[in-house]
């Protein structure tokens, strides 16, 4: 588990003030956040610097979240009075209405650019958001190429740098600067199932069997279908002592997936990274943890 990470204060201080800086650089600002962790993934301390500055608010891997509940994520940040989209960067699903979305949001600007003759004037944004949000992979979806780094561990992108595409958008790309909202163990959590921090090698099988228990508390059915397996009535047990009925599901269901040594011990750790994966790739079903 990653509830230990230690954001040391200097280093979020120094990066906020950066960010702060490169702000003043654009005219818009891309939030990217996980659809399926929009509470986690997004960072309050942004709206403290970000100030009267336009921002859009994306969420991103919808194809892996639950779409009843990205429509009601939508609806939230619609109360909010703040702009949010729900895309696939990395299909590039969605790119076409974020930029129709920004065109409309600074057509005043433009506008006034232009009486100024500054016709055909660039917009400039900047994507920001929390590690592994899929920064880079919407930069190079909007970009039309291969324009930035992209990878499935936190932390790949370490400088930042302009780039065109092939409308009149400009981008700034930035590093995850932002850090998550590891606001409780759950949090903690919910961004560990979704790869936005790194995997604690040693302890990924307390991992893997708390996401199970997450998941049966929110998708009980997916579960089932998934690894073919019966769900008890009832978790509940009256006995103190090591028998867990959840424990006995986990095993149960690597026994399903063939996850078993020789001898017929099943391989709990094989298994923790197997259900990991199949809901990080989003083959339990369309997953969202956490509501508005
Ligand atoms: N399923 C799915 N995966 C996506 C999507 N967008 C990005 N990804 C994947 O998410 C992972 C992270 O994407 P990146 O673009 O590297 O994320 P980032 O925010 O730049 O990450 P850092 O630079 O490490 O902070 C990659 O494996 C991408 O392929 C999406 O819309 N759907
Ligand atoms: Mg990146």
């Known amino acids: 588990m990653a509830n230990d990470i230690n954001w040391f204060p200097g280093h979020m201080r120094k990066a906020l003030n950066e960010m702060r800086e490169r702000l003043k650089l654009v005219d818009i600002v891309y939030e990217t956040c996980d659809c399926r962790i929009p509470f986690s993934s997004r960072n309050p301390e942004l709206d403290k610097i970000i100030g009267g500055k336009p921002r859009i608010v994306i969420l991103n891997k919808a194809d892996l979240a639950d779409p009843v509940k990205t429509s009601l994520w939508l609806s939230y940040f619609e109360e909010q009075g703040i702009k949010a989209v729900a895309i696939e960067a990395s299909h590039k699903k969605g790119v076409d209405k974020l930029y129709q979305m920004t065109e409309d949001i600074l057509k005043d600007k433009l506008a006034n650019a232009a009486a100024k003759g500054r016709v055909g004037r660039q917009m400039r944004a900047i994507v920001v958001g929390c590690p592994n949000t899929g920064k880079s992979t919407l930069i190079n979806a ?3 190429k291969k ?10 992108t370490k400088d930042f740098k302009w780039v065109t595409t092939p409308g009149r958008l400009e981008l700034m790309d930035m590093a995850g600067v932002l850090w998550p909202r590891i ?25 893997a069997f708390d996401s199970m228990k997450i998941l049966l508390e929110l998708y009980p059915s997916l579960i089932s279908s998934r690894y073919s397996v019966e769900l008890p009535e009832s978790f509940e047990t009256e006995d103190m002592g090591y028998s867990d009925p959840y424990y006995d599901l986990f095993l149960e269901m690597g026994k399903k997936r063939g996850c078993v040594m020789s001898g017929g011990r099943v391989d709990e750790d094989r298994f923790a990274r197997l259900l990991l994966n199949d809901f990080r790739e989003g083959r ?5 943890l956490e509501v508005p």
């Open 147 to 156: 324009a930035a780094v992209t990878g499935d561990r936190p932390g790949v």
């Open 284 to 288: 339990i079903g369309r997953i969202t």
């Open 142 to 144: 909007l970009a039309g």
């Open 183 to 207: 606001a409780t163990r759950r949090s903690s959590l919910c961004l560990a199932m979704c790869g936005s921090v790194k995997d604690d090698v040693s302890d990924i099988v307390s991992t």
